[in-house]
């Protein structure tokens, strides 16, 4: 399984950045995909998931300001990020949990597969 991540920048605060993350290699209908990022001198930290059978969960940092989607040809992971803060100041990561459970959760400590990352940085 490869992840590559795109999209990241620099961008002010009240700004939008879309990160993609091109998946490849997976063949399991069961599968967690999520983002995680890792601001500057903290570890990295679950921001947003999406399961195979649809389920969605997003940090509480980040409700309403990112969404996590996938194209229909289901081989691209989206976040969408809105009104960006300096704290979102990171660098953010693509992950994969393939194959994954079938209870439509996915758990941040059995992603599998990662990307090699991309970095966003909000100036206020």
């Known amino acids: 399984v490869q992840l590559v991540e795109s999209g990241g920048g620099s961008v002010q605060a009240g700004g939008s950045l879309r990160l993609s993350c091109a998946a490849s290699g997976y063949t399991s209908s069961f599968y967690c995909m999520g983002w995680f990022r890792q601001r500057p001198g903290k570890g990295r930290e679950a921001i947003a998931s999406?399961?195979?059978?649809?389920?969605?969960a997003y940090v509480d940092s980040v409700k309403g300001r990112f969404t996590i989607s996938q194209n229909n040809a289901k081989n691209t992971l989206y976040l969408q990020m809105n009104n960006l803060k300096p704290e979102d100041t990171a660098m953010y990561y693509c992950?994969?949990?393939?194959?994954?459970?079938?209870?439509?959760?996915?758990?941040?400590?059995?992603?599998?597969?990662w990307g090699q990352g991309t970095q966003v940085t909000v100036s206020s």
């Open positions: 999406f399961h195979s059978d649809g389920g969605i």
């Open positions: 992950a994969a949990e393939t194959p994954s459970g079938r209870d439509g959760v996915c758990h941040p400590a059995k992603y599998n597969y």
